[in-house]
């Protein structure tokens, strides 16, 4: 009992004294296929093992032609905390199967207010990031007489972040502590679920994140490992 308290103490303890500057996110997996198609998917998403701050996203996906898919996406923590990404590729149908393959860019931003250290020093971090990555995803849709789309979806790339830790001063003033603007390498495995009905079903999705070279000496560039997310999913 006195291992389980300690832990939910130090998470605590984590939640409040950490800075979150980056979550995975629950992008949808939209499975495209035919010419025409028009998925737009929007969810509500927690993100562990911190659980600072709950996000609401949204996906919209478009074939304009055979065998294109574009895709956006945008993810919003508060204004100061946001994600966005464009994406586009192809799409393979196999039947009630589909294979995707995308390419794409995304910007966020990253922002964090004050939080005392154990020396009682004040900081907070602000910042932004560029990535460029590639996602494969493949999956069914339309199973148990199109009530029931499923589908695995793997992100890869170069994330460029540039956040800056500034403390503030006794005397008002603000000073840069540090800056940590060095490239990771992304991956990002996702699972999609989704039931109900032709053309509206509820969606589920899930994401976690590995990063190489992170950070992991500093308590102000922490990041979220899972995210799971679930809301509404419509195809026109």
Not at 79 to 84: E, L, P, Q, R, W
Not at 191 to 196: A, S, T
Request: net charge negative; with cysteine.
């Amino acid at each position: 009992m006195k291992r389980i308290v300690l832990s939910i103490l130090t998470l605590a303890s984590l939640s409040f004294n950490s800075c979150i500057v980056y979550h995975p996110h629950t992008t949808d997996i939209p499975l495209l296929h035919h010419q025409g198609d028009l998925s737009v998917d929007a969810n509500l998403s927690l993100s562990a093992p911190l659980m600072v701050a709950p996000a609401i996203n949204a996906t919209v996906a478009y074939a304009p032609i055979n065998m294109l898919g574009l895709q956006a996406a945008a993810s919003f923590t508060d204004v100061k905390d946001c994600h966005f990404q464009v994406a586009a590729g192809t799409w393979q149908p196999f039947g009630l199967s589909v294979l995707e393959c995308y390419i794409g860019y995304a910007y966020g931003l990253s922002h964090n207010d004050t939080v005392s250290n154990l020396y009682h020093n004040t900081y907070y971090v602000d910042g932004h990031y560029n990535m460029a990555f590639s996602q494969i995803n493949f999956g069914w849709r339309g199973l148990l007489d199109d009530s029931f789309d499923v589908a695995l979806g793997l992100k890869g790339g170069i994330l460029m972040p540039k956040w800056n830790k500034i403390e503030l001063l006794d005397d008002g003033t603000e000073s840069l502590a540090q800056c940590h603007d060095d490239s990771h390498f992304v991956l990002e495995p996702q699972l999609m679920i989704r039931f109900g009905w032709d053309k509206v079903k509820f969606s589920i999705n899930m994401t976690y994140a590995l990063r190489d070279g992170w950070p992991t000496d500093d308590n102000y560039f922490n990041y979220e490992r899972f995210s799971i997310g679930a809301g509404l999913h419509f195809t026109f």
